[in-house]
């Protein structure tokens, strides 16, 4: 199995799980998840390269969009900063393109968000969440929002449940 990770810290709380799935190719642009998985045994990782962001710790760019064009994934696990009705959202636009694009490579695409994201909305939208297979967040997202997105036929999966 090959498994996209984007940048974040959201996208760094998966890595304990991966390391039990192995064999496991990790394709990543974020630097948490590079040093904590690389040199395990079982793990193959493809390191995207780019312009490094302090701020995201991670890789963006030319040169991480370029590598990703050439590159497919059975899963890619996304996170976000805002999401508001069906529309996830970042404040950045520096990572828009990196972030569309392992959307677009990707087989099977999840969106990892934590409860206090919804409700919020940033400066560029990032996509629709039909774009995703399903929305994992925690299990104190606010009724009615887990029910208004259950309605608009988004899949939504609970992290501390599964």
């Known amino acids: 199995m090959t498994v ?3 940048d974040g810290s959201t996208s760094q709380t998966v890595v304990p799980f991966l390391a039990n799935l192995r064999p496991l190719s990790v394709i990543t642009n974020n630097l948490a998840v590079i040093d904590a998985l690389s040199g395990m045994a079982g793990i193959d990782m493809i390191a995207l390269g780019g312009a490094f962001s302090r701020k995201f710790n991670g890789f963006f760019g030319v040169l991480t969009e370029r590598a990703l064009t ?9 996170s976000t900063s805002a999401v508001n009705g069906r529309a996830a959202f970042h ?7 990196v972030k569309r694009l392992m959307i677009a490579c990707a087989a099977r695409r999840y969106l990892m968000v934590d409860h206090g994201k919804f409700g919020r909305s940033a400066g560029h939208l990032l996509a629709d969440l039909s774009a995703f297979d399903a929305v994992i967040t925690t299990d104190t997202l606010p009724a009615h929002q887990a029910a208004a997105l259950l309605a608009g036929g988004i899949g939504l999966r609970f992290a501390d449940r599964e």
């Open 4 to 6: 996209m990770i984007d």
């Open 70 to 78: 050439g590159l497919r994934a059975d899963v890619a696990l996304l």
């Open 91 to 97: 404040q950045d636009q520096e990572v828009l393109e």
